[in-house]
């Protein structure tokens, strides 16, 4: 199914979700770079020798800096990115499942009334989760249950197998493939981005120490090499890595099942299995970032 297919729902909380990531990864960054350049007026004014006048500008603009760098962490803290990222991608990612769950015809939508226990259901995430707001996203508010849905849930159970096995299945387990293989290379960059820094540190040290040098800004690029580590760690790819291979493989083993399946209620069953993979996954995500219900 395409986005626009999806609950209205799911697609404010996607959107509200990919919005307070980026506000929360923008405002680390900037504090990031507020220490770095920071400790570069520090470098300079101990170097230059600077005039009375260059020397109060450099100083002024370290104070404005670090007032900045004050507003961003209290930003950060009033808007709660980090809490709203989360709680926004819980209700896309239970969205979804439920989705999939009543297209499917997996219990509690194998019966007759599934399109009220659906929007039960996605009421209940929604209330769960009230940082959530429509506010988050520009959505235009449309039906919970859409065409799409409604025809795939009446379709032959060859069609909705083909469907889910393709739609859901495999894209997802190509998501994982792709994003394991992504977050491993990236957090091979910063590793070795991170020891390179700490490497130029050093020779720069070890210069100075032996004369070599007039001066050295081993203490900036420890502070650039000590930002990179934090961010790398923030992003968490060597975790994310694992995860996704791992969610990836069984995800795998499982669609290997779902082709060969040819009777219904197996195939009710390979699909509960496979959104609870998903859904551990997620649950194993927020785990690792001790984010609280």
Known sequence: ??????????????????????AHFRTFFVQLLIFATV????????????????????????AVLLVIGIIAILVTRERRYEKRWFDARAVAESSKTITWRYVMHIPPFDIEGANAKFIEELRAIELARPTLTAADAKEEVVEQISARMEELRNSNFALRKQVYTSTRAEDQKE??????????QTASVWFWTTLGL???????????????????????IMTVAAGAAAWNQAKRHDELSASYSLAAHELADLKTLLVSCSDENAFVLLVEDIEEAISREHTMWRARRNVRR
């Not at 199914?1 to 980026?22: G, H």
């Not at 700490?198 to 004369?211: N, S, W």
């Open 1 to 22: 199914m395409k986005r626009l297919d999806y609950p209205w729902l799911f697609r404010v909380a996607d959107a509200a979700s990919a919005t307070a990531q980026k």
């Open 39 to 62: 400790a570069l007026l520090s470098l300079l004014q101990g170097q230059i020798n600077p005039s009375p006048t260059v020397a109060k500008w450099l100083n002024t603009a370290t």
């Open 175 to 184: 998501w994982y493939v792709r994003n394991a293989r992504k977050n491993s």
């Open 198 to 220: 700490q490497v130029v540190a050093l020779i720069f040290a070890i210069l100075k120490a032996d004369g070599l040098a007039s001066f050295s800004p081993a203490g900036l």
